[in-house]
C-alpha cells in the first residue's frame, strides 16, 4: 500500500487520556485552530471554546476544546447584510455539525502533527446546557463535541478497524453473507482482546435488569461492547431534542410541524 | 506561530474541481480509505462508496466518494450478537454522521499528502434518492457527503478564514461588537474580492423575487454569498425529513412522538 510519513501518522493515530505536566503555549493552540479553521466546506458554521483548567479538564488535560455549530455568529454577520436566516434548522444543523466535525479532525491530525494527542468526548451533546452555562453561550450555538489534548504520558496501539473491503464499497453496495460479516466481527473482537483493552480500561458495559452477564474479559469484546451501547443507550429522542432546545434549535416542532399525518 | 509540512500542507489546502486525465491507482484509493479509517470516534458507523466513472462523475473526477452514516452493516453485526437496536435515530444519525465525517476529512488529508486533490459536495443528502438507487443501498444507510477526488489541474490560492479571534474563544463565548463583526466579514469579503472568485466562476445567487439585486462582481463577495444562502435555501425541513425518510431513518415521527404539547 502507498505510504509516506503522513499516511503513517494518520494510521498510527490513537485516543490518548493520559498526559505530561507540559502545557501547550499559546502558539501551539493557536496553529492547530488555524489548520482546524482551513478545513474545507463552505459556511464556517464551526466555533471553538477552550477551557485550561487541569483540575476540571477531562483525564486532567490541559486543553479542553469544545467544538460547537455556531449560528449566532453567522446569523449576526446577515443582519449586518441585511438578511435574516430562513434555512431550516434541520439542514443548517447538517451543514453546522460538517464544518465543526472537519474542524475537529483537522485540529486531530494538526495536534498529531506537533507532538499532541487527543481523545474525543462523544456524549458532549448530552450535557449541552452545562456548556451553555459554563461558557455563557448565546441561543444558536450548540456545543456538538469536546476534544481533551495534551503531551501523551501514554503510548497505547492503534485500535482495530474493520478489513477494507467491509468499508469501501465499489459501484454496489454489497449483500453481506454471513462469512463477511463474521469475519468482520472476528477481525475487531481479536483485535481488541488482544490488546486487553477493556479489561485494562474496566470498561464492561452494564445489562440492563433482566439480560444475564454471559462475559468476562476473556470474551468481551468490540462487537459486544459496540452492541451494548447501541442496544440499551440513548433510547430517548427527547434527551437531544430538548438539548437541541436548550441551544435555541428546536428541531421537534419543526419536524412536527411538517409530519405528515 | 508553529510550524511543519503536515501544518503547512493543511493551511495551504483549498477544494480542486479541475483533474488531470490521471487515474489514481488502486493502490492509492485503498491507502486514502484506510487512513479515513483509522479517524477517531468509536462506532465507525461510516461507510464509504466509490464510482470511478469520469463521465458521469462531478467535475469529471476521476473518484467519486460518498460517504455514507451506516446503521444497517451495524445492525447486522449486533443481530448476530444477539441485540436489536434501541438507540433512537436521533442519537444514531449524531454519532454516525461523526464517524463519516471524521473519516472524510482524514480523506482529504490523506489524499493531499499523496498529491491529490478534492472537493466536498454538501447537497448530497438532498440527492440521496438517487444514490440510494444508482448504489443499492439498503435501508438504514444514509449518504451524508460526497467527495469528488483526483489529481489537480488547478492550482489555486488557499481560501480566507476568519480571523482566529473570530473562531477560538477562551472560557467565555464573546459579545462581539460591531467592530468585531465587521473586521471579520471585511477579511473574508477583501480575501474572495482579491482571488476574484465569484466573478472567475460566475457564482453570484440570484435574489428571489422581490429582492433588488445591488450587487456586480466588484462588490459581491463571502459574506453576501453565504448570507443568501442561509437567507433563501433549505427552508423546507421536509426536503431532509423525506430524504432520511428513504433511507429508513423517521426522525419526524420520533421528533413529532416526543414533542410537547
Chains 1, 2 share one sequence.
Not at 494518520?10 to 493552540?29: C, G, N, W, Y
Not at 480500561?201 to 433482566?210: C, F, S, T, V, Y
Not at 421537534?252 to 409530519?259: C, L, R, T
Amino acid at each position: 500500500m502507498e505510504t509516506n510519513a503522513i499516511l503513517e501518522g494518520m494510521l498510527r493515530r490513537k485516543s490518548i487520556r493520559e498526559f505530561t505536566a507540559e502545557d501547550p503555549t499559546q502558539e501551539t493552540v493557536d496553529a492547530i485552530v488555524r489548520a482546524g479553521q482551513q478545513a474545507p466546506f463552505a459556511a464556517q458554521l464551526g466555533s471553538v471554546l477552550l477551557k485550561r483548567n487541569r483540575e476540571a479538564n477531562p483525564f486532567h488535560a490541559p486543553l479542553l476544546f469544545t467544538l460547537c455549530v455556531d449560528l449566532h455568529r453567522m446569523e449576526r454577520i446577515m443582519e449586518a447584510r441585511g438578511w435574516e436566516r430562513a434555512m431550516c434548522d434541520l439542514s443548517a444543523l447538517l451543514l453546522g455539525i460538517q464544518d465543526a466535525a472537519y474542524m475537529a479532525q483537522n485540529m486531530v491530525q494538526a495536534a498529531e502533527s506537533v507532538g499532541l494527542g487527543s481523545c474525543f468526548l462523544g456524549a458532549t451533546p448530552y450535557y449541552a446546557d452545562r456548556i451553555v452555562e459554563a461558557y455563557g453561550l448565546p441561543p444558536r450555538v450548540f456545543p456538538l463535541v469536546q476534544l481533551a489534548m495534551g503531551y501523551p504520558a501514554e503510548d497505547p496501539p492503534a485500535r482495530p478497524r474493520y478489513p477494507i473491503d467491509f468499508a469501501l464499497f465499489e459501484d454496489r453496495y454489497p449483500a453481506f453473507d454471513r462469512a463477511s460479516i463474521e469475519g468482520a466481527m472476528d477481525v475487531m473482537d481479536a483485535g481488541y482482546l488482544a490488546q486487553d483493552y477493556y479489561r485494562s480500561r474496566n470498561a464492561m458495559i452494564r445489562l440492563e435488569e433482566g439480560r444475564e452477564e454471559e462475559f468476562t474479559y476473556d470474551s468481551y469484546s468490540w462487537t459486544e461492547h459496540i452492541s451494548r451501547k447501541l442496544g440499551q443507550w440513548g433510547k430517548d429522542p427527547n434527551e437531544l431534542l430538548r438539548a437541541l432546545r436548550a441551544c435555541g434549535f428546536d428541531l421537534g416542532a419543526e419536524a412536527k410541524a411538517n409530519q405528515p399525518e
